[in-house]
C-alpha cells in the first residue's frame, strides 16, 4: 500500500522505525491477525483502542496512530513506527483520502434513503465486469467504515464504488471530501433519519452534500421523478433517471415474473434482474448508465445484472415449511421502501395467499404515527392478511380497519404468538413478506418458521 516514509510526510510529527517499512494494510480491530498492518485506535465513550496497542503488535501491526495528549507505553519497542496526531479518526480520514489520490481509481459515490446498497451492488456487479472494482463491505458507510473501505483497496483498482449513509447533516459532506466521487447517485428522498433531519426538503438537503467533494468536471446521476431533487444545482453534469418522460433515461415498461423482472428503457435496450419491484428498476438503471459513462459494452451490462448477488435480508426469497415461500426483506425499512416491497407482493403471479408481517419502522420522530398510518395505504384486497408487530406498527392494522375492512388485520405484542398464528399459513400456495427496520429483529420470527416440522 505505503510505506512509513510516506506516511511520515503527511504525519510529521513521527517516531518512524524504519523508512523503508512497507505498510500492508490498515486495521482498527487489534484482536484481528494482520499483516504488518498500520494500527488505527479508535477512542468512543465507552472504548480506547489505545489501551489494545500492545495486543495489536502481537497480532501484527507494525505501524500505529496515537493520540499525542496520551502516553506512549514503554513497551511499544524501537521496531514500531508511531505517527502522533490530534484524533486518530481525522487522521485517518486523512490518511484514506491521500491514498485515494494515490491509488486515483473511478470513484463512484451511492446515497439515497433507500436502496443505496442494493444500488451499489449493481453497480460493483456491472463494474467488475470489465475493471478491477473495490467496494463497500456490509455496513461500512459511515466516518469510520468509509475510510477503511478506501485503505483496504488494492493499490491496482480502477473503480471504487463507495455507499455513503448518515443520520446528520454534514455526514454526507465529509464523506464527499474524504472520497471525492468522480460520480455519485442520488437513489432517492426518503423518511429514513426525519427524526433527526426535520422534513424531507432536509433530507434532500442532506443528501446533495455529495456535491462537495465531487469533482468539478463529474457528474451526478437522480431519481429524476423526486420533485426534490428537480432544481439541482452546484452540478456540472446531472443526468436524471426514472419513468416520466422528462427524464434523460426513461425507464419505459417493466415485467415481473417469479423471481426475476425485465424491464425496457425507451431507447429500446431490455434487461434482467433477479430483483423485483420498479424501485430495483430504477436503482438497475442507475447501473446501466454508470456502466455506459464508464465505456462498459452492452452486452457485458446485460450478463452482470443477469447474475447479480445482493445483501442477504433485501428482499431474499427463502423457501420455508410445507412449500411456503418466505421473503427476508427486514434488513432495514422506511415508509416508501415498505410500501414499495407491499406493492411487489400485490403484483406477484402464482400465490393465492399473500401475508405480510409489518413491523415498526424506527426513527420517525413525532409523526411516527402518521408514516405508520401510511403504509395502510398500499394494501388492498389483492393481500389476503397483514400481521404487525411493535409498538409503531399497530398503527397499520388499526388504519386498516378503516380502509380495508376485507383484509385480515392483526397487531401481535409477543414474537411467539406471532409465529404460531403463521403456521395456518405455511403452504405451497402463500407468500409472506417480513418488512421491519433492522432494530426489530425478524430474523428471530424468520427462524423460528424455519425449525417448524
Excluded at 467488475?128 to 483497496?153: K, R
Excluded at 464527499?176 to 428522498?189: E, F, G, K
Excluded at 417469479?258 to 424501485?279: A, N, Q, R
Excluded at 411493535?390 to 380497519?401: L, N, S, W
Amino acid at each position: 500500500m505505503f510505506t512509513s516514509k510516506w506516511i511520515s510526510h503527511l504525519f510529521t510529527d513521527h517516531l518512524v522505525a524504519v523508512e523503508s517499512q512497507v505498510i500492508k494494510e490498515v486495521t482498527t480491530d487489534s484482536s484481528v491477525p494482520s499483516n504488518d498492518s498500520l494500527f488505527i485506535p479508535i477512542v468512543g465513550e465507552n472504548f480506547n483502542g489505545h489501551e489494545f496497542a500492545i495486543q495489536a503488535i502481537s497480532n501484527g501491526a507494525i505501524a500505529m496512530l496515537w493520540y499525542r495528549s496520551y502516553q506512549l507505553p514503554d513497551e511499544i519497542g524501537e521496531n514500531i513506527s508511531v505517527f502522533f496526531v490530534d484524533d486518530t479518526v481525522l487522521a485517518m480520514q486523512k490518511l484514506a483520502n491521500r491514498y485515494r489520490n494515490k491509488v486515483n481509481p473511478t470513484v463512484i459515490g451511492v446515497t439515497g434513503s433507500n436502496g443505496k446498497t442494493t444500488t451499489k451492488d449493481l453497480v460493483r456487479h456491472v463494474s467488475q465486469s470489465s475493471f478491477q472494482t473495490h467496494y463497500t463491505h456490509g455496513n461500512f458507510n459511515n466516518l469510520i467504515g468509509l475510510p477503511l473501505t478506501i485503505l483496504g483497496m488494492e493499490p491496482h483498482t480502477q473503480v471504487l464504488i463507495l455507499e455513503m449513509g448518515m443520520d446528520r447533516f454534514g455526514e454526507i459532506e465529509r464523506l464527499s471530501t474524504i472520497a471525492n466521487p468522480d460520480y455519485a447517485i442520488i437513489t432517492n428522498i426518503g423518511e429514513s433519519h426525519i427524526e433527526f433531519l426535520g422534513s424531507r426538503e432536509g433530507i434532500a438537503q442532506a443528501k446533495l452534500e455529495i456535491l462537495t467533494g465531487m469533482k468539478k468536471e463529474g457528474t451526478l446521476l437522480v431519481d429524476g421523478d423526486e420533485p426534490l431533487l428537480a432544481n439541482v444545482e452546484n452540478a456540472a453534469h446531472v443526468i436524471r433517471c426514472g419513468f416520466c418522460d422528462h427524464n434523460d433515461v426513461i425507464i419505459a415498461e417493466t415485467v415481473f415474473g417469479k423471481e426475476h423482472m425485465h424491464f425496457t428503457l425507451s431507447d429500446g435496450h431490455t434487461y434482467t434482474v433477479p430483483l423485483l419491484g420498479k424501485h430495483h428498476a430504477l436503482n438497475a438503471t442507475f447501473a446501466i448508465t454508470i456502466g455506459r459513462l464508464l465505456g462498459i459494452d452492452d452486452k457485458q451490462i446485460v450478463e452482470a445484472l443477469k447474475t447479480l448477488d445482493h445483501t442477504a435480508m433485501r428482499f431474499e426469497f427463502i423457501g420455508g415449511p410445507n412449500g411456503v415461500q418466505l421473503i427476508n426483506d427486514a434488513y432495514n425499512a422506511s415508509p416508501t421502501s415498505m410500501k414499495a416491497a407491499i406493492e411487489v407482493v400485490r403484483q406477484l403471479p402464482d400465490y393465492n395467499n399473500k401475508v405480510l408481517v409489518l413491523g415498526d419502522i424506527l426513527e420517525l420522530g413525532e409523526d411516527s404515527t402518521t408514516y405508520h398510518q401510511s403504509i395502510a395505504e398500499a394494501i388492498d384486497s389483492e393481500i389476503t392478511a397483514v400481521y404487525t408487530y411493535g409498538k409503531h406498527a399497530k398503527a397499520i392494522t388499526d388504519r386498516m380497519e378503516i380502509r380495508t375492512p376485507t383484509v385480515i388485520g392483526k397487531h401481535f405484542h409477543s414474537k411467539d404468538a406471532l409465529v404460531k398464528e403463521l403456521q395456518g399459513h405455511l403452504t405451497n400456495d402463500t407468500i409472506i413478506l417480513f418488512k421491519a427496520s433492522r432494530g426489530m429483529q425478524f430474523e428471530i420470527i424468520l427462524d423460528s418458521i424455519q425449525e417448524l416440522v
